[in-house]
């Protein structure tokens, strides 16, 4: 299925029920706050729990949370303590509506959020390799 603009696989949920769990975490990187990385390693396992690819979860990033959160990295006194989901769901909903094609914003904020998200992409690539040699370990030699 696609959404128009090619940015939903079939895996990806549509519903913003389904995607609620993958927009607080993500909104976490949008926080007036110091990001640990417990935070990084949070947002990587809920992209893994919920079944989202990493390219899945960098286009929720970037075309459907960036765009109504990025303005609080902008703020003299941004939220720090988080969204509530209906919040999420009423304001993100309403942005993604609209099919947006291109990144726009201050490049400060662009490259902040940029090197949060390979963060959690280095986070997503370690748990893969350790599944892998985990898998290895388990199976039995003939």
């Not at 769901?89 to 099919?99: E, H, Q, T």
Request: aromatic share 10%; with cysteine.
């Amino acid at each position: 299925m696609s959404n128009g603009v090619g940015f939903e696989s079939h895996r990806m949920k549509s519903t913003p029920e389904g995607r609620i769990k993958l927009w607080s975490a993500l909104s976490d990187l949008f926080l007036d706050t110091e990001i640990s990385d417990y935070t990084y390693q949070y947002i990587a396992r809920v992209i893994r729990e919920d079944g989202y690819t990493s390219e899945e979860a960098e286009r929720v990033l970037w075309y459907e949370v960036y765009p109504v959160l990025e303005a609080n990295l902008r703020s003299v006194a941004g939220v720090w303590a988080g969204w509530p989901d209906e919040w999420l769901v009423a304001n993100i909903k309403a942005s993604s509506s609209s099919a947006q094609t291109a990144i726009m914003g201050e490049e400060t904020i662009i490259g902040e959020i940029r090197s949060c998200w390979e963060k959690v992409r280095a986070h997503l690539q370690a748990d893969i390799t350790q599944q892998c040699h985990a898998g290895d370990v388990a199976k039995p030699r003939a």
